[in-house]
């Protein structure tokens, strides 16, 4: 009896391996394997060593090293070749650039599904994280998002407020709320060691590495309390005049352990006791969440998705500098307090950012599967 040819399933990202939207995609890529259900590629611009073990057939789209100076839609005839090749029964995206409009128009004229996941808030609008990029490289790529978000056959966000933001800049519904999802902590928790404050995020300006170098310096007098810091430095075409490294360099109090990968990330914070987060802005940090799971107590210079860290009291948002020092001395001094937040963060990821929600999300392009080619698809 010959075997049913699987549907294949196109994952399309500007990275294979990376930051949180990335580590999101892999979480998605292991559930989906399991479900032993489609045939999957994944197409990125940048890939990782080709020596790697992986569930997945991956191709590079684009030759450059860099990101094109004109951005991701110079990647437009390589990656649209790469997906008639493929001839997927759905692609799904993540990380808005141009790669999301040039998906969308194969998908409209394949009359295939396509599924556009929101990885971070700028997303749903017309901000980005980096505006320090040339001004036709931001006006190529807010077109090509703003093409995908029109056509995309399904939208999901990560939260209310990214739908709220969808809405008011592309006049789009979401399509789902999918919270981010994690497996649940496989390392041993140990809080027995020295104090440790945490910060996990590569150095880019918005992520405000800065504002946590100022906490360790204004914290100085604390015998015995670690501050660690965790992410891939900074370019030394960003740092120069910045000089983020060299502050890095010259603190005292500070230990610098450079990029790290999610299990050392997640073996740290099994015995870490707080973690900050100070960007400006973000989707849902997984950062959040993998600190919750492994009862670190968070808190937040600005970010508070959907408000729920005040409002279900699973950190502390801190809103100002000086404010953040206040909390991080407040969790140092009172064990009790640390211990309640910790706590209550873990019985909240638990409950809200299982991996329950991947299969939630695998139900979604199921259905979308389901119904390629009859409905479902957004026109102007």
Avoid at 33 to 46: I, M, N, S
Avoid at 77 to 82: N, Q
Avoid at 262 to 271: C, P
């Amino acid at each position: 009896m010959q075997s049913r040819v699987k549907p294949r399933l196109c994952i399309v990202s500007p990275y294979e391996h990376g930051g949180g939207a990335e580590y999101q995609i892999s979480l998605l890529i292991d559930a989906l394997h399991a479900t032993g259900r489609y045939e999957l590629h994944y197409l990125a611009h940048f890939v990782d060593s080709p020596d790697r073990t992986r569930n997945y057939a991956v191709s590079q789209v684009g030759r450059a090293r860099d990101v094109p100076r004109l951005g991701f839609l110079m990647d437009a005839p390589t990656l649209y070749r790469r997906l008639c090749e493929i001839a997927p029964s759905l692609i799904y995206q993540r990380v808005a650039c141009a790669y999301t409009g040039i998906c969308a128009l194969y998908a409209r004229r394949r009359s295939v599904p396509f599924v556009w996941h929101l990885a971070h808030d700028t997303d749903a609008g017309p901000q980005v994280l980096d505006p320090s990029r040339n001004f036709v490289r931001v006006r190529l790529e807010n077109w090509a998002v703003a093409y995908g978000a029109r056509h995309a056959t399904r939208i999901i966000v990560q939260t209310e407020h990214q739908s709220q933001l969808l809405q008011r800049h592309f006049a789009r519904p979401a399509d789902a709320v999918i919270p981010n999802f994690h497996s649940p902590a496989a390392e041993s928790i140990d809080k027995s060691g020295p104090i440790t404050v945490v910060w996990v995020a590569n150095l880019k300006p918005w992520k405000r590495p800065e504002a946590f170098l100022n906490l360790a310096e204004s914290l100085g007098g604390y015998k015995g309390v670690r501050f660690i810091m965790i992410g891939a430095p900074a370019p030394k075409s960003v740092d120069r005049g910045w000089g983020i490294m060299r502050r890095i360099d010259c603190a005292k109090n500070l230990q610098y352990l450079g990029a790290r990968s999610q299990v050392e990330v997640n073996e740290l914070l099994g015995r870490a006791h707080i973690f900050v987060n100070t960007s400006m802005h973000e989707g849902f940090p997984n950062t959040f969440i993998q600190a919750w799971l492994r009862q670190v107590a968070v808190v937040t210079l600005t970010v508070d998705p959907d408000g729920v860290l005040e409002q279900e009291q699973v950190g502390i948002v801190a809103h100002s500098e000086p404010g953040l020092t206040a909390a991080v001395r407040r969790l140092i001094d009172h064990p009790d307090v640390r211990s309640a937040y910790a706590e209550r963060g873990r019985r909240h990821a638990e409950a809200r950012h299982s991996i329950q929600n991947a299969h939630e999300l695998i139900g979604l392009i199921d259905r979308c599967c389901g119904q390629a080619g009859s409905r479902g698809r957004h026109t102007p």
